[in-house]
């Protein structure tokens, strides 16, 4: 009869555990971010933000639907490039996960905005620029920071207004990010007087710049604006310097405002001469930026970039969004993602009808003894 009682006991404990199993759910997101090649470090960081939320999330215990969620990041390498973005893309879609954190480049976000279109899964960038991302009007694609537009111009009007500067040669990649915020610099600078005595192209995989910086030099413009991210940069402000042209200011981008470019600049006093732009406030002005960067730094030491605050909040923005939906439904909680009013570290997200932030802000940097310090 005991022997009895206690099987039976040892069998309703299991039961009420395959109960209690049974109602955690794993939820998967998913990022995508170079994680090999020249911008790894950057990729490295927006992993880092997205994991970081994802642990925190878990530590929670967030129940949605009924159920106690476990959130599981899917993480994947593009390398940066179109076609590895949107194979990138497809997996996601295939291992059905609930939403996507990232891209990092424009060049592979817009490719893979389609896929994740086609799919009905969200996507959320705060690293992805070019204005080009929310023109087709999907209504799964989604921006937490500054585009190209407000990048290019407010560079563009701090060398006209505040520096006085009159002339520019231009540099880009042939990206889609540093042809397009070299493109919105030339066109704003241009309305505004400025002229353009040199546009020069190079790529992404360039690290030698010595003949098209020649050329420009023997043009003699104030600044050169660079359109492409902190690999070509760094190298770029070397050779600047190995050809004398210490006294020409140098703009760019997100792309190249980085705590890396001093690196890879490896001592050029032509660091000096930077002026970039970042969209957001910089981190002390973030309503919850200090305080998260000790955090960040405490678990990741020395590999905070530029983007993973980003990253950390759209992984939060798409679990505020199922919370308020009740669902982890890409196709339910779509709707409540579009009328986010989230209060991030990074600022108070919400959006226009296009996916775009309402109200995003711009900081311009400059290099004190090396250190990226905003204006």
């Known amino acids: 009869m005991q022997l009895k009682l206690k099987l039976t006991v040892v069998a309703a404990i299991a039961a009420v555990a395959g109960v209690a199993s049974a109602q955690e759910q794993v939820v998967k ?4 971010a170079p994680v090999s090649g020249a911008q790894a470090h950057y990729g490295k960081d927006n992993e880092n933000g997205a994991r970081m939320a994802i642990e925190e999330l878990n530590a929670q215990g967030v129940t949605i639907g009924g159920k106690k969620i476990k959130f599981e990041l899917q993480a994947e390498d593009d390398a940066a490039d179109p076609k590895q973005g949107t194979a990138a893309a497809q997996k996601l879609c295939d291992s059905k996960v609930a939403g996507v954190v990232g891209h990092l480049n424009s060049g592979t976000t817009i490719p893979a905005s389609k896929v994740y279109n086609d799919c009905g899964i969200p996507m959320v960038t705060g690293a992805a620029t070019n204005p080009n991302l929310t023109k087709p009007g999907y209504k799964t694609t989604f921006r937490i920071i500054a585009n190209d537009n407000a990048l290019g111009a407010g560079l563009a ?18 990206t889609a990010y540093g042809q ?44 050169v604006f660079y359109g492409g991210m902190d690999p070509q940069a760094g190298p770029m402000l070397r050779q600047m310097e190995q050809l004398g042209m210490g006294n020409v200011k140098y703009f760019g981008g997100d792309g190249v405002c980085t705590s890396e470019i001093a690196k890879l600049a490896a001592g050029a006093k032509t660091l000096g001469n930077v002026i970039c732009a970042e969209g957001g406030s910089s981190l002390a002005k973030m309503p919850g930026g200090t305080a998260w960067k000790t955090k960040y730094d405490a678990k990741y030491p020395n590999q905070f970039q530029v983007y993973s605050p980003y990253t950390y909040d759209a992984t939060f923005l798409l679990v505020d969004a199922m919370k308020r939906a009740n669902s982890v439904d890409p196709k339910v909680y779509v709707n409540e993602l579009a009328k986010a009013n989230f209060k991030g570290v990074t600022s108070a997200i919400a959006f226009e009808p296009n996916g775009e932030m309402k109200n995003p802000s711009i900081t311009l940097y400059v290099y004190k003894d090396g250190k990226k310090t905003p204006l």
């Not at 050329?215 to 104030?222: E, G, L, M, R, V």
């Open 29 to 32: 997101i998913g990022h995508v």
């Open 157 to 174: 009007f701090y060398a006209v207004d505040t520096l006085k500067l009159k002339t520019v040669a231009i540099i880009d990649d042939r």
């Open 180 to 223: 397009g915020v070299a493109d919105v610099f030339k066109k704003t600078a241009v309305a505004k007087g400025m002229k353009v005595v040199d546009e020069q192209f190079t790529t992404d995989k360039a690290t030698d710049f010595m003949a098209i910086l020649t050329a420009i030099k023997s043009k003699n413009p104030d600044a």
